[in-house]
């Protein structure tokens, strides 16, 4: 399969604790980039990293991108009641589509 | 608002029955894309746009699937005699190219359901 692998499955964690999401895939990519959707709504664009990146940052948003391991990480810090939301991984093998995993989704309580 | 399009937003129809969505992508992007969502899952590639010429077409797709952007612009997706299983929320996106540099962008989605 070309899609990305998002772990864990579901998180919930407290308001103000920091969240962090995997996505594992399994060949080489061209970029990888992070979504959110709220229940009901579509994806809204967190952050692209390319492959030749190692580390973003948006915000209280910081994506990670190990080649080696085939994995990158999204990290929410002081979370907030109003990230709960199921997020995405979407990954582009080559200059055509992107793919997505099953997703993970947060719960933050307030 | 991404200024990805979709309209309608919302769709009951009847099983059996013919279905049209649109998809108004950001002005200056050549690429398309549509998706398909189940309730838990994430979107599945359907097929993709590079302007008018549609370059890839999922397994998904089955011949009661068309989609077309005759003008390079606007994108329809088409479902023949739909069936309980095509209820789903379709997700268009459009991105500048599809390069390392570009970022899509999801429309609001199109939510079907067939009873």
């Known amino acids: 399969s070309q899609q990305g692998e998002e772990d864990p499955q579901a998180l919930s964690i407290q308001e103000g604790e920091n969240a962090t999401m995997n996505c594992s895939y399994k060949?080489?990519?061209?970029?990888l980039q992070w979504y959110r959707q709220n229940s009901g709504r579509g994806l809204v664009h967190l952050i692209l990293i390319r492959s030749n990146e190692r580390e973003k940052h948006s915000g209280r948003l910081r994506v990670t991108l190990d080649t080696s391991k085939k994995s990158s990480s999204l990290l929410i810090t002081a979370s907030r009641a109003a990230d709960t939301a199921s997020y995405f991984c979407a990954i582009r093998y080559n200059n055509n589509d992107m793919r997505f995993g099953a997703g993970t989704r947060l719960t933050v309580k307030p | 608002d991404t200024g990805v399009s979709q309209d309608p937003r919302h769709k009951i129809t009847k099983r059996g029955q013919n279905v049209t969505f649109r998809c108004d992508p950001i002005?200056?992007?050549?690429?398309l894309y549509w998706y398909r969502q189940t309730l838990g899952q994430g979107p599945e590639f359907l097929t993709y746009?590079?302007?008018?010429?549609?370059?890839?077409k999922s397994r998904l797709l089955s011949d009661r699937f068309s989609a077309e952007r005759p003008k390079g612009s606007f994108s329809t997706l088409e479902i023949q005699r739909t069936e309980q299983g095509d209820s789903a929320m379709y997700l268009c996106a459009s991105s500048r190219g599809g390069g390392a540099y570009t970022e899509a962008f999801f429309g609001q989605g199109t939510r079907l359901t067939v009873v």
């Open positions: 060949t080489s990519i061209n970029n």
């Open positions: 746009f590079q302007n008018e010429a549609q370059l890839e």
């Open positions: 002005s200056e992007h050549n690429r």
